[in-house]
């Protein structure tokens, strides 16, 4: 197995763009996640679904993010219009369900966006 | 909602020293504890777990403690080496229809030879 995959694994984009991060969890997943990890802040939930539905988004610091998982193997999270405070790494992680096994949460490698 | 406090912020150690780092959470209805290991410019990765139905877990050179009572739990490393300099993150949540992992801020860990 791959692995948690996440896309692009850097972004560097002017303050105002649309950024888009991409995740695809491990097959037969669950469950997914957004943190965002920052020295002052740590790691931070933003999201998380449960097969494919939103659970809990109020992680999500504005108006201006977004996440969507269309269907169970891709989830997007959005950042329109991107301040230069939204700069962090992001990261994606999957589990498995509850009563199917471990609890543990693979995160993928990461996002690290810088936002000038 | 839970939160989580980490203790301390950072730990600097010799090697073959122990370390201990400790967590505590506020919400009593919280049953299941991981800790996770992240080594610069990589992701966390779990290294120990423990449900609230246990008082301690062991691993090898690792170990978690639980106190239910005063909503604390525990990382024990003994016999450290230089490998294991990394950002050590406790968590909590509720297992059940969801689990979302409540963490804390991170103890850095360095093990100086």
Same mark, same amino acid.
């Given at each position: 197995d791959a692995g948690v995959i996440q896309s692009p694994r850097h972004e560097v984009t002017e303050m105002g763009q649309e950024v888009t991060l991409r995740c695809k969890p491990i097959s037969g997943h669950n469950s997914l996640f957004w943190y965002r990890q920052t020295m002052m802040r740590g790691l931070e939930l933003l999201i998380y679904f449960n097969n494919n539905v939103p659970? +809990? +988004? $109020?992680?999500?610091? *504005?108006?201006r993010f977004s996440a969507k998982m269309p269907n169970a193997s891709f989830s997007t999270l959005k950042i329109q %219009? $991107? *301040? %230069?405070? +939204? $700069?962090a790494v992001y990261f994606c992680a999957s589990s498995r369900a509850p009563g199917q096994g471990t609890y543990e949460q693979y995160f993928g490698p990461g996002t690290r966006l810088t936002v000038t | 909602g839970e939160n989580v406090e980490q203790h301390p912020s950072t730990l600097s150690v010799q090697e073959g020293d122990s370390a201990v780092i400790k967590c505590t959470y506020? !919400?009593?209805?919280?049953?299941y504890f991981p800790w996770y290991k992240q080594e610069l410019g990589k992701r966390p990765q779990l290294i120990i777990d423990i449900r609230s139905n246990v008082g301690e877990k062991k691993d090898q050179r690792i170990a978690v403690t639980l106190n239910k009572t005063a909503k604390h739990f525990s990382l024990h490393i003994t016999e450290?080496?230089?490998? !294991?300099?990394a950002v050590y993150f406790c968590a909590a949540s509720q297992l059940g229809a969801g689990t979302a992992l409540i963490f804390g801020k991170g103890t850095t860990l360095s093990v100086s030879s």
């Open positions: 659970i +809990d +988004d $109020s992680g999500m610091p *504005e108006d %219009p $991107s *301040e %230069p405070r +939204d $700069s | 506020s !919400d009593s209805a919280s049953n450290t080496q230089p490998e !294991d300099s």
